[in-house]
């Protein structure tokens, strides 16, 4: 008897539980930030969440960058896409073209949200497609022992970073003052080592309509000289047309390299791997005679709706939870990251020295980063990347190869 | 009913093998796939013809050829001359088992462990550069993988190195099978060394060479991860071949038409090499 009176409890509360579980809205989230994050962080966040909406469950489809991003991209061509979707600014376009994503401007319309504190927001045909909720800028880090050796300030300007590169080159010992990967595999070289310079003079590789302005423009050809003048002086480690991002800071740490443009999520890496090395972080060096803010390269963990979620209200009770002072300061302050709320500050920032400096270099400049959104991101570097070889090599000129590149880069927005 | 007996296979290759092939196949003849929301145009071969007056693409399957022809090349000396060498009775049995482990390495390794290793030893500040100028080979640092020059040789050594180990044990099984008699009976007739290679040994192999060969083609066309890897095609082209030209057509162009027609071009290649193989199987069994 007791046992059918167990039996008929345990029905009872499945039957309760399964009626509950019916009313609920689930989201699934699909993210690669959740394996990047220390464990249970990120799924604390979700059930604060949970806990302010309730009726809302978040189920989490986590994996590494690549297999996020292959699956996004495979789920959208079949209209399976996951209700909420962690987005990078590369693929933006992609999946807008499917018709993949739902617009964030309707959905904040719709909840009479105001957006004046989101730090960007990606737009494509005038409206919101992706919110970065996670920037990552791109300082450069500066060995300061080996700066100090040398009696050399860290460089604000183009000229004293060249005159610094040179004072600190000795390749008889294989040391060099800059690293410039240019990779065709990971072709963010031409992102984060080439254009972030233009960007932090103030200068644009599109112009007013968005569209490719790499022939006839002189910012950018400016740019490019300098960066060749770089390699020509010889203070460029070499390896440089192989060479991938972490290779990059795998010299730097290994004391090789004095000076790499590196994003701030690698601070933690870069000290686990060297614990003595003794380095600071600065502004990118502007031109000459510049004095305005600094385009700062980052990269985002960025938020997007799916066009086929049946629960779009809920999901953007999502984002508008992660875009919030609150969970945007949880979330930055366990992954290390700038907000994308303006009035978020993250912890780190006041325990950690070299975030402050950091956060002031972000207060100070402004996010810029030309690739997010646009077409075939990846490829538009690679089409940068291969004709910059040739121009380094001294194969082709200067305006031969800003003409090859926006005949390539045209091609690609057609 | 023999037909009935043989339909879980049929279906396996229907489901496996044909109806991507198939699918492939019509992308190859439409304007865009996966990527545009909006119904493919039927165009033709125009994607096989932009494709085949392509530079790029000219230029890799130039680089594909050369990878390949000179990495079956070489396989099949390597493999071979470490089989005679493992076969022979001039070495002892533990000598022979030490070199067995040795000369089979690089077999254990998967292609994206052999593409690290092969970055880390052909870095500029790397093991190799490191020990060519202690010995005074080279007169400074090379760039291996980052020198338009050297990249394609480059490559095409790593993959050579790991690669040579299937010759080696299918040749090595080769030659256990080669009966004594035959030799006895040329070194009666007076033949020396060369002779008794040349007229008994490699008559021997010969299907096996075919085979292997064949094969070892096919699957060097293939070859992607070791490439992409290593160099990503670059620099400069230097080293793309079809398979990267693909990969960067398909995930970063999102140009899955093209990348359709790129293989079914590489499919075409592979096919007119696997008539040959079929044959020389055909052969080998007459």
Not at chain 1, 166 to 175: F, G, I, Y
Not at chain 1, 196 to 207: I, P, Q
Not at chain 1, 352 to 357: I, M, Q, R, S
Request: hydrophobic share 50%; with cysteine; aromatic share 12%.
């Amino acid at each position: 008897m007791k046992k059918l009176a167990l039996a008929l409890m345990i029905a009872l509360l499945l039957v309760a539980g399964g009626v509950m579980a019916q009313d609920d809205v689930v989201l699934e989230f699909q993210q690669w930030w959740e394996p990047e994050l220390p464990e249970g962080s990120f799924r604390a966040i979700l059930d604060d969440f949970e806990a302010q909406n309730p009726g809302i469950r978040v189920e989490t489809i986590s994996g590494p960058y690549l297999t996020t991003k292959d699956q996004i991209i495979a789920s959208a061509a079949t209209g399976t896409m996951a209700d909420v979707v962690g987005l990078d600014g590369a693929w933006v376009n992609v999946l807008w073209k499917q018709g993949a994503l739902a617009s964030l401007t309707q959905a904040m319309m719709d909840a009479e949200y105001d957006d004046s504190e989101l730090a960007a927001q990606i737009r494509l045909a005038g409206e919101t497609y992706m919110i970065p909720i996670a920037n990552f800028i791109y300082p450069v880090f500066v060995n300061l022992d080996m700066l100090e050796a040398a009696g050399i300030d860290p460089p604000t300007t183009r000229a004293e970073f060249a005159a610094a590169a040179m004072a600190l080159t000795d390749p008889d010992n294989n040391v060099y003052g800059w690293a410039q990967p240019l990779s065709l595999e990971q072709p963010n070289g031409i992102q984060n080592d080439t254009m972030s310079w233009l960007w932090a003079s103030g200068g644009s590789m599109l112009d007013d309509m968005g569209m490719p302005h790499l022939a006839g423009n002189e910012a950018l050809a400016g740019t490019l000289e300098y960066l060749k003048s770089l390699h020509d002086a010889g203070v460029v480690a070499p390896g440089s047309f192989a060479m991938k991002e972490n290779e990059k800071v795998e010299e730097f740490v290994n004391g090789r390299v004095a000076m790499i443009v590196n994003t701030l999520a690698h601070f933690t890496l870069i000290r686990e791997r060297n614990p003595d090395l003794n380095f600071d972080i600065t502004a990118l060096p502007a031109a000459e005679g510049y004095d305005g803010p600094r385009g700062l390269p980052y990269a985002s963990w960025g938020i997007g709706i799916s066009a086929n979620t049946e629960h779009k209200a809920e999901a953007w009770k999502l984002i508008d939870y992660l875009t919030s002072v609150e969970g945007n300061t949880k979330l930055t302050s366990i992954a290390n990251a700038f907000p994308g709320n303006v009035n978020a500050t993250p912890d780190f920032i006041q325990t950690d020295p070299l975030f402050e400096t950091a956060f002031a270099i972000f207060q100070e400049g402004y996010l810029a980063n030309e690739f997010t959104g646009l077409p075939a991101a990846e490829e538009l570097m690679r089409q940068m990347a291969e004709p910059f070889q040739y121009y380094l090599e001294g194969d082709i000129d200067l305006d031969e190869l800003l003409e090859i590149a926006q005949e390539e880069w045209e091609a690609i927005f057609e | 009913m023999p037909y009935a007996y043989l339909s879980p296979t049929l279906l396996l290759l229907a489901a496996l093998t044909v109806l991507p092939i198939a699918t492939v196949f019509l992308y190859s003849l439409v304007d865009n796939v996966i990527v545009n929301p909006n119904p493919p145009n039927f165009v033709g071969l125009d994607n096989y013809e932009e494709v085949l007056t392509n530079r790029k693409f000219r230029g890799a399957l130039g680089n594909t050829l050369y990878f390949a022809l000179v990495s079956v090349v070489a396989h099949f000396i390597i493999g071979l001359s470490f089989a005679l060498l493992l076969n022979s009775r001039l070495l002892s049995a533990n000598v022979k088992a030490l070199f067995r482990v040795i000369y089979i390495l690089p077999w254990v390794f998967t292609a994206s462990i052999i593409a690290i290793l092969w970055r880390l030893l052909m870095n500029p500040h790397g093991v190799i550069n490191f020990l060519l100028l202690e010995f005074g080979l080279i007169p400074e640092l090379m760039e291996w993988l980052s020198d338009r020059d050297l990249a394609l040789n480059a490559v095409t050594f790593i993959n050579i190195w790991s690669g040579y180990p299937f010759y080696l044990v299918s040749f090595l099984a080769g030659l256990q099978g080669i009966p004594d008699d035959l030799y006895e009976a040329g070194r009666v007739d007076g033949g020396n060394g060369w002779q008794l290679f040349r007229h008994i040994t490699l008559p021997q192999l010969k299907p096996i060479i075919i085979s292997l060969a064949l094969l070892d083609f096919i699957w060097t066309v293939h070859q992607f991860t070791l490439i992409w890897m290593t160099t990503g095609g670059g620099p400069m082209r230097s080293t793309e071949v079809l398979s990267t030209y693909t990969y960067k057509a398909a995930f970063s162009s999102h140009e899955y038409s093209i990348a359709s027609t790129i293989a079914m071009v590489i499919l075409a290649i592979c096919t007119f090499v696997a008539i040959f193989y079929v044959r020389s199987q055909r052969m080998a069994d007459e």
